[in-house]
Nanobody, 129 residues
Framework: QVQLEESGGGSVQAGGSLSLSCAGS?????????MAWFRQAPGKEREGVAD???????HYAEAVKGRFTISKDHAKNGLLLQMVSLKPEDTAQYYC??????????????????????WGQGTQVTVSS
């Protein structure tokens, strides 16, 4: 059973930066995984932010392109999300997710909640204006 744990959330002023980390464990050696970051603002549905395939290919939601960078956290066997030029609308609970896929590829064109099996508990990011 894959277990994921996020860290690194906090409060920052608009224009600032934060880095989130996701520590992973329980991966099956015979499987490859697509991993992703999601976020959920109060009163809104959870939405995909970025995903990362086993081959290093990444996709981003339009709202974060050019500001967020997803990468592997080799030390924690998980994910990183580097966020710059943060905006108040980036305020949300951020979640790390993983799903076993053939070849570890992520679906192109979408990052959907229903496509991911394993989830962390989330970490809060608050951006003030």
């Amino acid at each position: 059973q894959v277990q994921l744990e996020e860290s690194g959330g906090g409060s920052v002023q608009a224009g600032g930066s934060l880095s989130l980390s996701c520590a992973g464990s329980g991966y099956e050696n015979s499987k490859k995984y697509c991993m992703a970051w999601f976020r959920q603002a109060p009163g809104k549905e959870r939405e995909g932010v970025a995903d990362l395939a086993s081959d290093g290919t990444s996709h981003y939601a339009e709202a974060v392109k050019g500001r967020f960078t997803i990468s592997k956290d080799h030390a924690k066997n998980g994910l990183l999300l580097q966020m710059v030029s943060l905006k108040p609308e980036d305020t949300a609970q951020y979640y790390c997710a993983a799903d076993s896929r053939v070849g570890g590829y992520c679906d192109t064109g979408r990052i959907d909640v229903e496509d991911f099996t394993f989830w962390g508990q989330g970490t809060q990011v608050t951006v003030s204006s």
